[in-house]
């Protein structure tokens, strides 16, 4: 069992950047693939990005690369979404996920995960 727990949302203006931190319990964190999803009012719930289980592989929405970055400290248990040029178009409940699925490719599929946060709120103003 893998719990987790978001942190760091929040409101910023259009241009800023958020950090987000997802804890995670538990001492097998480094065996689990890590991802990024978010869900706006009256939309169906969005990847964003993930992270093999060392760290080594990610992949990212194209509406999201080159902005966001994901990141993972297996020693912490804590994966990591750095988030700049923040846009309105990105306000959504955010949430993290593990997975135990090892081909990164397949997880941009929400199917794939197997433990969900709660979400954290980002609303970006324009």
């Known amino acids: 069992q893998v719990q987790l727990v978001e942190s760091g949302g929040g409101l910023v203006q259009a241009g800023g950047s958020l950090r987000l931190s997802c804890a995670a319990s538990?001492?097998?964190?480094?065996?689990?693939?890590m991802g990024w999803f978010r869900q706006a009012p009256g939309k169906e719930r969005e990847f964003v990005a993930t992270?093999?289980?060392?760290?080594?592989?990610?992949l990212y929405a194209d509406s999201v690369k080159g902005r966001f970055t994901i990141s993972r400290d297996n020693a912490k248990n804590t994966v990591y979404l750095q988030m700049n040029s923040l846009k309105p178009e990105d306000t959504a409940v955010y949430y993290c996920?593990?997975?135990?699925?090892?081909?990164?490719?397949?997880?941009?599929?929400?199917?794939?995960?197997?433990?969900w946060g709660q979400g954290t709120q980002v609303t970006v103003s324009s």
């Open positions: 538990g001492r097998t964190f480094s065996s689990y693939a």
């Open positions: 996920a593990a997975s135990r699925v090892g081909a990164v490719p397949v997880l941009v599929n929400p199917y794939n995960y197997n433990y």
């Open positions: 992270i093999s289980w060392s760290g080594g592989t990610t």
